[in-house]
């Protein structure tokens, strides 16, 4: 709902009928089939669990992938994410369908984790991602070109199949800017409360600039991913919470508020594919740090609409955001080039366009 409704909403304007196939694991994602429905689009539940290993359950999910296709035999498939990429487009293959793209929005836990089991695992992944999109027409959408790159290398994809594509989008107007709050220096990082999000670093950020006098504010917007294996637990809020570094909003909807209330933001992500809240963050006008890592960097002009720091560094993280908070001049500059970077990268119409065009090369001939 969030990064592709509008691309479904074209393309069924365009003349196509839509089919929406997911998982249903919360209240969030009840709400969202029944908007999915109310705009007429059907909707098919499949079994696919984000965080799943067993083996017997992950091959039902291909199976149920496979019947879904052959039932709709649809004219095209569009997989968003690692787990649909790898399943859809094996049974989309299996099942004799071509016209597949595959949406990689950052290569995420599969190939971050080190692990002996998680080398194994990834290997896997590979293999069957070579399989499942070594169709002539199958094209992938990438985020960013580091993650094009290196999947590219590794052989799952030729680099004549790649497409890249900044981000999801944004709806300016609903992100308008508005001047900066006054009082105390707000800082908010939201995103799903992840370690791999760096959760953990700005965590540790706001005690070190606690520890250092200054007057901040650390905002933390997000709610843990139970499905997610790096997902913070429960305990940890409950400690954060009762020690006050940072105040915890939970879930929110409201994000062009919070952004507007807030001076900085900032996500220390390890890795991703574009990330949505950095693209907001410009759209909002507001001065940004990051991480130096793939996606991260790509979603900012570098000491000019935000400032990187190295990954899993909370020290460089704290340093950098004192030095915005310190220099108002430069964090107001830096946020006004921020939606300059907005209106000429990520508005939502040229995102938009840009996956109806892949479309359009995959259903010409």
């Given at each position: 709902?969030?990064?592709?409704f509008?691309?479904a909403?074209?393309?069924?304007?365009?003349?196509?009928?839509?089919?929406?196939?997911?998982?249903?694991?919360?209240?969030?994602?009840?709400?969202?089939?029944?908007?999915?429905k109310?705009?007429?689009f059907?909707?098919h539940?499949?079994?696919i669990?984000?965080?799943?290993?067993?083996?017997?359950?992950?091959?039902?999910?291909?199976v149920?992938?496979?019947?879904?296709?052959?039932?709709?035999?649809?004219?095209?498939?569009?997989?968003?994410?690692?787990?649909?990429?790898l399943?859809?487009?094996?049974a989309a293959?299996?099942a004799?369908?071509n016209?597949?793209?595959?949406?990689?929005a950052?290569?995420?836990?599969i190939?971050?984790?080190?692990?002996?089991?998680?080398k194994?695992?990834?290997?896997?992944?590979?293999?069957?991602?070579?399989?499942?999109?070594?169709?002539?027409?199958?094209l992938?959408?990438?985020?960013?070109?580091?993650?094009k790159?290196?999947?590219?290398e590794?052989g799952?994809?030729?680099?004549?199949?790649?497409?890249?594509?900044?981000?999801?989008?944004?709806?300016?107007?609903?992100?308008?800017?508005v001047?900066?709050p006054k009082?105390?220096?707000?800082?908010?990082?939201?995103a799903r409360?992840l370690?791999?999000?760096?959760?953990?670093?700005?965590?540790n950020?706001?005690?070190l600039?606690?520890?250092?006098?200054?007057?901040?504010?650390?905002?933390?917007?997000?709610?843990?991913d139970?499905?997610?294996?790096?997902?913070?637990?429960?305990?940890?809020?409950?400690?954060?919470a009762?020690?006050?570094?940072?105040?915890?909003?939970?879930?929110r909807?409201?994000?062009?508020a919070q952004y507007?209330?807030?001076?900085i933001?900032?996500?220390?992500s390890?890795?991703?594919?574009?990330?949505?809240?950095?693209?907001?963050?410009?759209?909002?006008g507001?001065?940004?740090?990051?991480?130096?890592?793939?996606?991260?960097?790509?979603?900012?002009?570098?000491?000019?609409?935000?400032?990187?720091?190295?990954?899993?560094?909370?020290?460089?993280?704290?340093?950098?955001?004192q030095?915005?908070?310190e220099?108002?001049?430069?964090?107001?500059?830096?946020?006004?080039?921020?939606r300059v970077?907005?209106?000429?990268?990520f508005?939502?119409?040229?995102?938009?366009?840009q996956?109806?065009?892949?479309?359009?090369?995959?259903?010409?001939?």
């Amino acid at each position: 709902m969030s990064h592709r409704f509008h691309i479904a909403k074209k393309a069924c304007d365009a003349g196509f009928k839509i089919h929406v196939a997911s998982s249903i694991t919360t209240e969030v994602d009840q709400e969202a089939v029944s908007i999915i429905k109310e705009c007429g689009f059907e909707y098919h539940e499949l079994p696919i669990k984000r965080g799943g290993e067993n083996p017997i359950h992950e091959a039902y999910s291909i199976v149920c992938c496979y019947r879904l296709i052959k039932v709709l035999s649809p004219v095209l498939i569009h997989l968003v994410t690692i787990k649909p990429a790898l399943y859809g487009s094996i049974a989309a293959r299996v099942a004799g369908k071509n016209n597949i793209v595959a949406a990689i929005a950052g290569l995420g836990t599969i190939f971050l984790a080190q692990s002996f089991f998680a080398k194994i695992r990834k290997a896997l992944v590979v293999r069957m991602l070579k399989f499942g999109l070594s169709g002539k027409h199958s094209l992938v959408i990438f985020q960013n070109p580091d993650d094009k790159d290196f999947l590219s290398e590794i052989g799952v994809l030729t680099p004549q199949q790649a497409r890249l594509i900044r981000g999801s989008g944004v709806i300016l107007d609903k992100y308008p800017v508005v001047p900066e709050p006054k009082g105390n220096p707000t800082v908010v990082m939201a995103a799903r409360l992840l370690k791999d999000k760096g959760v953990l670093e700005f965590v540790n950020a706001a005690r070190l600039l606690k520890q250092r006098g200054l007057s901040v504010e650390m905002r933390l917007i997000g709610s843990p991913d139970p499905g997610n294996p790096t997902s913070v637990t429960q305990q940890e809020l409950d400690q954060w919470a009762a020690e006050g570094a940072v105040e915890l909003l939970g879930y929110r909807k409201d994000i062009a508020a919070q952004y507007a209330a807030a001076n900085i933001i900032c996500l220390p992500s390890y890795r991703e594919g574009l990330p949505k809240s950095l693209v907001e963050a410009a759209a909002c006008g507001r001065a940004v740090v990051t991480t130096d890592v793939p996606g991260c960097r790509d979603a900012i002009t570098p000491d000019v609409t935000g400032l990187l720091v190295p990954v899993k560094d909370a020290v460089a993280l704290a340093d950098a955001i004192q030095a915005l908070i310190e220099d108002p001049e430069l964090r107001n500059k830096m946020g006004l080039a921020g939606r300059v970077l907005a209106v000429e990268a990520f508005a939502i119409e040229k995102i938009v366009e840009q996956h109806m065009d892949i479309y359009q090369e995959l259903l010409e001939p």
